[in-house]
């Protein structure tokens, strides 16, 4: 039989249990599920939404509180409630599933508002609203790798959607200026990486207003330095080339 | 089984006099196409027992299931009366205020209208919109009272107190009318006097003014609907039955013997009959008798009703209806249901069409008899006067009121009001018919051409190779096949490249001459002006376009079709007074347009729309590869539909701007089946946002001080911010100056901002198109670095800006402002927005963006390198604010330090090649243009290439980072939305201007729908001469989403609002408020549980743009689903 009655027995449901490994023990909090990353992301203030209890435990599946001296020695005090935040920061966790699935969600949506900000629909040279990437992205089947930044996975799937839909990194404005002595050795050089040539003038030196891909920006400035020791410039004039306004369809 | 031939109406549209152009108009569900069903099956279209039931003019599925009408469309009829012919043709209007449009579309076409009111419910919103319609495009109306058999049946009124009813009813149209030509009257007299003032000034002033003698001298009793002119029928659509007073005073007169003239004259109104006397007295009110009309007329169908549908007297009805004398078939006499033998007696006893379309007849008028004044309205648009015009437009005139149609000098003139998409499928000349012989053996022809020519081909192919298999024939077969069906049908035009299904056909009237099939006609785009056009010839000599007139186009009439509801016919030639539908100008006209044969004629008045466009929604297919059938759908729908506009925005979001929210509804179905036909996928109403900051508020919402919050919310905003990047990149100031510096280390920027003063904001968007073109000067001379070449503005554009620039000082007063005009550098976003950048970097001028008006122009050399890249990082941050990326307003963003790699950049010519080595820039700039100085661009570029070779080794090491000018942008959008955090945010809603007409009894049930919707009531006063309330309110466009309806329902429709944009206004409370001291905490909760307003805005933008959003997985722990544990 066992030692605990019905009525002073506390039972815990809905438990998420936050460990962390302490000189040498294993200290546990009992938290309630999906709370602990809004309290790591600071969007809950109040610790009673996230804390169960305010007891440390050993196990909390047991129901083993902690000894005192144990705490004592690992945290240097008793103040459970100080204990426990500490524990609620640094300790680890298994996340809930709807914490992962908002987590991801986040992160899709964010991949797709990168690709919307980074391109455009080569038809009209306008973005394509967020909403609509997204269902693309859905459809390609892109699903999203948590390790990996946002920004490599927008260009990645970028390359995946040119295949299904008509969609292009918008273009950067630039402009060229390489002395004389070496614009007529460098022009031809230039070319893999101009898209569309606005204006060209030659007068001793060339000056060239092109709009080129953002991601042979890079590239085509390592050349000019290179190739003149610094002596031609490379001006951004927009970021970004995109149509503006709202047209009116008719 | 129609009994009239297309030949008999072919012949009657010769003759104008007869032809009759009427609409149906009335507010919704008051009964038009139930009373249209009535007059369809006089003709025989439909079948007498079907008539209000089959609802035969709406056509579309739509229609029919939600029970209303949504596209005005019309149909021919016959009607004989007094041996003369009559060719009626009606225009069937929607009476939904969403589809308004399509009755403005329909009144334009039409002489006369018919106006129907339901006696129950009386005059209605709409009641009063068309009826100023009619009125505005000058056309007659006749008044149909319908619904009569509701007061019997469901209100179960005595026929006195039906009497009384129905007098109220047509009261208050004729006051309706009352008030339209009162105000008439009122807006003459007011232009006259101020004609009269004018001359008076000389002579002694004539004082006496009286205000009424305006009302003495105009007549205006004709325009009020009385049954004693004729020009109302009562009825019951439904049941099939209506009367004019004429009809029983016919019957009377032989009965009773007295005088029909002057039964017609009493049989209503205050009159009794006195039965020993025999004679009609008046009076009847005061002596407490029964009026002539519930005694005569109402008793009487009072009694049939009673008989039928009450009593189910058999007997009865039958001696009812010997005594009338009708033949009732016996099959309806014994139906079980009395709704199907009082329908049947009643059609035979008082036929509805018989009644409603002789009063057609009489009393509406025809084509010939067009009035001068509407035919001016309609030829002078935008204000202009009539005698303004050229001589020979005025001469059109004649013709418009001859409306002939044969004649060699007759122009024709031609306008369409709308066009609607039909199924090509549906024409009528490719519905299957029979063959003619010549058709048959032409046929043949081609057949045998056709398989002589494959013969031949087979015969050269194989040659060259003898394993050409049949495959490769098959495509050669079918596009032969192809061409043939064209051949057959040249009027089949595809407006689509692969999906031929859809073909519009432009809804018009001939006013003048013959339109024929083939015939080349001029179309006058609205901003046609006749003055350029009338030496050009006739169009019928025209081989060519003309060039060089901008809003002129020839076209080619494909085909000419009689309009009869759903289906078409064919014609080959409409005379004038006609209303037809002209297929194939889908390429030529967009809405609406005037064709005429001469260049002379002007452009119509354009259509006067009721309802503005203001539900945005924006749309995309569900597959994203679909993209272009939806942009083809939309420009179908935008040509089919009067009231829709569609564009693509910005964003690339393609959006949707319907009337409302039933006629997005009807849109996005019509995009779906007919003119996309792809699925799509539909957002929720788009409500723009602006950003903005405002001056630092000395008290909060609960009066407390408001210092201890501020630093607090400045702390947790810094700390929130020094998260993500490092720190040591950015410092703020106490007072608000924020310094960022590029990550490559080479320039620092530091920026504040301002909020705008009051009137700011609103000047500079007043002030848009000189800015602009402010601007692209400024940049002109920027480029071309050669002062002498670029071009100067006009004369009166320098004014307009020298003007704008004394506003604008006016308005920056106090010492935080001074010199601050001067000191503007840009306009944002767009470069030409309500947002300022000012510079103000000690000992940095650069040339003014007021150069245009100022002599002293500075050289182009005068701006410091990446002064570009300013400006631009600028336009970014107001394009796109930190809150939730919508447009800034009224911000000034002053920039106040600019130092690039810590040095002090204000260069002199001397230190310049010291300075270009320091300033090291990663990619170099060959042509540093210095400022603050006269030197040439030799000098620099010198600096330039000596410095550009010592750092060559550098510069490899900042180019992690990119080049300085695209860091720089960024640097200085980054300072700016920091600047901007550090003052108070607020945003700002687009407000609606609402305009509500109640009357009183609804007033508090409107107020209590505009408060709940954070709406504000500016003013409220009473309609002079009517209980009508006009209420002017504000109304943040983001509350508006279902207000309309909301409003409706409320007050059982009595109150209709109109809403218009109107300004931006700040929400005042601030959306990242938090509750800090006891006294909230106690007031609020500790989460601030009722979310303010501005947070609401916020979340719901973010959300949609899909921006991080600070939302709890779970918001309460305690009430997840508990997953009990087996104990």
């Not at chain 2, 899909?1106 to 997985?1113: H, S």
Request: proline share 5%; aromatic share 6%; charged share 30%.
């Amino acid at each position: 039989m066992s030692i605990f009655t019905p009525t002073n027995q506390v039972r815990l449901t809905n438990v998420a249990v936050v460990r962390m490994k302490k000189s040498g023990k294993r200290f546990e909090i009992a938290c309630y599920k999906n709370k602990v990353l809004s309290w790591r992301n600071e969007l809950e203030r109040d610790l009673d939404e996230v804390l169960q209890t305010h007891a440390v435990f050993i196990n909390v599946s047991k129901g083993q509180v902690a000894k005192r001296e144990d705490l004592m020695k690992a945290f240097g005090t008793e103040d459970t409630t100080e204990i426990c935040k500490k524990i609620l920061a640094k300790g680890e966790l298994q996340v809930s599933e709807k914490e992962r699935a908002g987590q991801l969600d986040q992160v899709f949506k964010d991949v797709a508002r990168i690709v919307a900000d980074m391109c455009v629909n080569p038809a009209n040279k306008r973005p394509y609203p967020p909403g609509v990437l997204e269902r693309a992205m859905k459809d390609i089947h892109f699903s999203v790798k948590p390790g990996r930044s946002t920004k490599q996975q927008a260009l990645e799937v970028i390359r995946q959607l040119k295949e299904t839909m008509p969609i292009e990194r918008a273009l950067m404005r630039l402009r060229v200026q390489v002395g004389a002595a070496d614009a007529q050795r460098l022009r031809p050089r230039i070319t893999p990486f101009i898209k569309v040539v606005e204006s060209e003038t030659w007068n001793d030196d060339l000056e060239l207003e092109c709009l080129a891909d953002p991601g042979s920006f890079r590239e085509l400035s390592e050349l000019l330095s290179k190739e003149t020791r610094g002596r031609a410039s490379l001006d951004v004039l927009s970021l970004k080339e995109v149509e503006e306004g709202d047209e009116k369809l008719e | 089984m129609r009994h009239i031939e297309l030949e008999k109406l072919r012949e009657l549209q010769r003759n104008p006099s007869n032809i009759r152009n009427i609409c149906i108009l009335a507010h919704v569900d008051h009964g038009k196409t139930t009373l249209a069903d009535s007059l369809i099956a006089s003709n025989g279209i439909i079948s007498n027992r079907l008539a209000g039931k089959l609802r035969y003019m709406d056509s579309l599925k739509e229609e029919q299931i939600r029970g209303i009408t949504m596209k005005s469309s019309s149909i021919s009829l016959f009607f004989n009366m007094d041996e003369r012919e009559f060719l009626v043709n009606l225009i069937d209007s929607p009476g939904h205020v969403d589809f308004s449009s399509e009755v403005s579309t329909a009144v334009r076409l039409c002489d006369g209208a018919l106006v129907v009111v339901d006696v129950v419910e009386g005059v209605c919103p709409q009641t009063h919109v068309v009826l100023r319609q009619a009125w505005l495009e000058h056309i007659r109306p006749c008044l149909v009272l319908n619904k009569i058999d509701r007061l019997i049946t469901e209100l179960k009124l005595t026929p006195s107190e039906a009497h009384v009813q129905i007098q109220k009813v047509l009261e208050q149209v004729n006051a309706v009318t009352g008030s339209l030509f009162s105000s008439k009257v009122l807006e003459e007299n007011t232009d006259k006097e101020s004609n009269c003032k004018s001359s008076e000034r000389e002579g002694p002033l004539n004082t006496l003014y009286d205000w009424s003698a305006g009302f003495e001298e105009m007549d205006d009793s004709s325009l009020y609907f009385s049954p004693d002119q004729g020009n109302v029928v009562f009825a019951s659509a439904l049941d099939g039955w209506g009367f004019c007073v004429e009809h029983f005073a016919r019957l009377y007169a032989q009965k009773t013997g007295v005088k029909m003239e002057v039964l017609r004259k009493t049989l209503w109104g205050d009159f009794y009959l006195d039965p020993k006397a025999k004679k009609m007295m008046k009076g009847a009110q005061a002596k407490g008798k029964k009026p002539v009309f519930v005694q005569l007329v109402l008793e009487n169908v009072w009694a049939l009703y009673d008989a039928i549908i009450n009593r189910r007297d058999k007997d009865k009805v039958e001696k009812m209806v010997a005594s009338q004398g009708l033949k009732i078939p016996t099959r309806d006499m014994k139906h079980a249901d009395p709704k199907v033998v009082l329908s049947s007696i009643c059609s035979q006893w008082l036929p509805l069409a018989h009644a409603v379309l002789s009063m057609v007849c009489s009393k509406l008028p025809s084509p010939l008899e067009i009035n001068v004044e509407r035919v001016e309205r309609l030829l002078c648009p935008h204000l202009r006067r009539f005698e303004s015009l050229p001589i020979e437009t005025q001469a059109l005139k004649e013709s418009f009121l001859a409306c002939r149609s044969e004649g060699s000098d007759v122009p024709v003139i031609v306008f369409v009001s709308k066009q609607f998409a039909v199924d090509v499928k549906s024409l009528p000349q490719n519905q299957p018919r029979p063959l003619t012989q010549d058709e048959l053996s032409q046929r043949k022809e081609q057949a045998k051409r056709r398989h002589a020519d494959r013969l031949a081909r087979k015969r050269s192919t194989s040659k060259d190779r003898a394993e050409s298999s049949s495959p490769a024939r098959e495509p050669g077969l079918l596009t032969g096949h192809g061409e043939d069906v064209n051949m057959e049908q040249p009027g089949s035009t595809d407006t689509g490249d692969e999906d031929p299904a859809q073909c519009f056909i432009a809804f018009a009237r001939v006013y003048s001459g013959t339109v024929k099939r083939g015939q080349r006609l001029y179309v006058m785009g609205p901003k046609y002006n006749p003055v350029n056009g009338v030496q050009l010839p006739e169009s019928y000599a025209l081989p060519e376009c003309p060039t060089g007139m901008n809003h002129l186009r020839l076209c080619v009439l494909d085909d000419l079709f009689l309009l009869m509801g759903r289906e078409l016919e064919v014609l080959e030639e409409v005379p004038a007074g006609n209303v037809l539908g002209i297929g194939g100008l889908e390429e030529h006209v967009l809405k609406s347009a005037t064709l005429s044969s001469t260049a002379a004629c002007p452009p119509f008045l354009p259509l006067n729309l009721e309802v503005l466009p203001i539900v945005r929604v924006a749309v995309e297919p569900t597959h994203p590869s679909q993209m272009a059938q939806l942009v083809r759908g939309m420009r179908l729908l935008n040509q089919a539909d009067s009231c829709v506009e569609v564009l693509i925005q910005e964003s690339g979001e393609h959006v949707l701007v319907t009337a409302g929210e039933v006629h997005l509804q009807r849109c996005l179905d019509d995009l779906r089946q007919r003119f996309a036909k792809i699925e799509i996928d539909v957002s929720a109403p788009i409500i723009p946002f602006r950003e903005t900051i405002i001056r630092r508020p000395k008290v909060d919402m609960v009066n407390e001080d408001m210092g201890s919050q501020n630093l607090f919310a400045i702390q947790r905003r810094r700390g929130a911010k020094t998260e993500g990047r490092l720190s040591e990149d950015i410092r703020v100031e106490g007072d608000g100056l924020v310094t960022v510096t590029t990550p490559g280390k080479e320039c620092t920027v530091s920026v504040r901002a301002l909020p705008l003063p009051e009137g700011v904001p609103h000047l500079l968007e007043e002030s848009v198109e000189l800015i602009r073109s402010i601007e692209q000067f400024n940049s002109t001379l920027h480029e071309s670095q050669d002062v002498s070449s670029t071009q100067e503005l006009p004369e009166n554009t320098l004014d307009a800006i020298r003007n704008f620039k004394r506003d604008l000082e006016d308005r920056f007063q106090g010492m935080k402002w001074k010199n601050a005009v001067s000191q503007i550098c840009s306009f944002g976003p767009r470069r030409c927005g309500p947002n300022l950048l000012l510079n103000r970097v000690e000992g940095y001028t650069r040339p003014s963006v007021w150069q245009c008006i100022e002599n002293i122009r500075c050289s182009a050399g005068t701006y410091r390198d990446y002064d570009n890249s300013i400006v631009s990082g600028f336009q970014l941050a107001t394009l796109a604010g930190p809150i939730c990326e919508e447009p800034m307003r009224g911000v000034c963003f002053s920039l106040e330090r600019w130092e690039t790699r810590g040095v002090q950049t204000v260069r002199s010519v001397s230190e310049g090649i010291a300075e270009v080595k320091l300033a090291s820039l990663p990619s170099g700039d060959e042509q540093q243009s210095d400022t603050d100085s006269e030197c040439g661009r030799s000098t620099a570029k010198e600096g330039g290439s000596v410095a550009g070779s010592e750092r060559s080794d550098e510069g490899i090491r900042s180019d992690r980072y990119g080049s300085c000018s695209g860091q720089l942008i960024s640097t200085m959008k980054d300072a700016c939305r920091f600047a901007f955090q550090m003052k108070p945010q607020r945003m700002m809603a687009a407000m609606y201007t609402c305009e509500i007409q109640a009357t009183a009894d609804v007033l508090g049930k409107v107020y209590a729908v505009l408060s709940r919707r954070e709406g504000r009531v500016i003013c409220e006063e009473m309609r002079q001469g009517s209980a009508v309330f006009s209420i002017r309110a504000s109304l943040p466009v983001a509350e508006s989403f279902g207000f309309a309806e909301e409003i409706r329902k409320r007050t059982s429709g009595l109150a209709s609002p109109q809403l218009v944009f109107s300004h931006w206004e700040v929400v005042t409370s601030d959306p990242y408020w938090v509750p800090t001291t006891e006294e909230e905490y106690l007031h609020f909760g500790e989460k601030a549980d009722s979310e303010t307003q501005a947070k609401k805005y916020v979340m719901a933008v973010r959300k949609r743009k899909g921006l991080l959003v600070e939302e709890q997985v779970v918001e309460h722990a305690e009430k997840q689903r508990t997953h009990a544990r087996k104990k």
